[in-house]
Each structure stands twice: as structure tokens, then as C-alpha cells.
């Protein structure tokens, strides 16, 4: 796979990510600069396929930051939230299945929170 020829984590890589096209972050706190590069591939794509589906961007809730369980894969940037709960009740399970091909690809586990309270969000991670 051409992504996993890519440095292990984006610390070591001397070219700065920036948000990719069709990709909003929640807030300042939100940090997808030092998230695996894996993740941030992923989210170029996801990004492109958001912005032609819905006309919208797709938001990361969550990315190396915030408060989560304590052996969660965030702490290490293995791990990012998108926001599902923004797209209309029929479009969600769509774009959950085409996230689920996609985490296929590149070899990530996704975890569907959209109805847990409060979370309204898909939770993918770096599998194993
Ligand atoms: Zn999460």
C-alpha cells in the first residue's frame, strides 16, 4: 500500500499537515497536526467524499486531544472522531458505510457512537 511507505507517526515528518480540503475541525482544541499519518490520509479522502456528497465539510470532534478513556488510541494520535449527528437522519447510515469501506482500505477499526448521548460521532482508530 503507497500509505504505508509514509513515516510512522506525522512527528517525524517535516512537512506540516494541514486540514485537508472538505475537512472542518470542531475548535482550536482539536489536533489532527500530530494524529498517525495513516489517519491523515484517511482523512483527505473522507474530506473530498464529505464535500461531494453532502455539499458540506466534515468536522473531526476529536483528534490527539481532549479527554477520553484512559487506554484510548487518541493519546497517542492513533485515533480521530467524526461528527455524524450534523447530516440529515437518512444520510447518516450512507456515509457510516462508505467510512466503514474506506477504514477497509486503510486497515482502521471504526466504532459507530452516533447514539451514544452526548458523543454523535464515529470513532476511528488505528486497528490492532
Ligand atoms: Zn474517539
Not at 473531526?60 to 479527554?67: F, H, I, L, P, R
Amino acid at each position: 500500500m503507497w500509505w504505508s511507505k509514509m513515516a510512522d507517526q506525522a512527528n517525524d515528518s517535516p512537512i506540516k499537515f494541514i486540514t485537508p480540503p472538505g475537512v472542518a475541525l470542531k475548535d482550536k482544541t482539536v489536533d489532527v497536526e500530530h494524529i498517525n499519518s495513516v489517519l491523515q490520509a484517511f482523512l483527505v479522502v473522507a474530506g473530498l467524499v464529505h464535500m461531494h456528497l453532502f455539499n458540506s465539510l466534515l468536522t473531526v470532534t476529536s483528534g490527539k486531544d481532549a479527554k477520553h478513556a484512559q487506554s484510548s488510541k487518541h493519546y497517542i494520535g492513533n485515533a480521530i472522531d467524526l461528527r455524524i449527528v450534523d447530516l440529515p437522519p437518512d444520510y447518516q447510515p450512507v456515509f457510516i458505510l462508505y467510512l466503514r469501506v474506506l477504514c477497509d482500505r486503510f486497515h482502521l477499526a471504526l466504532f459507530d457512537e452516533s447514539n451514544v448521548p452526548g458523543a454523535g460521532h464515529v470513532h476511528i482508530e488505528i486497528a490492532g
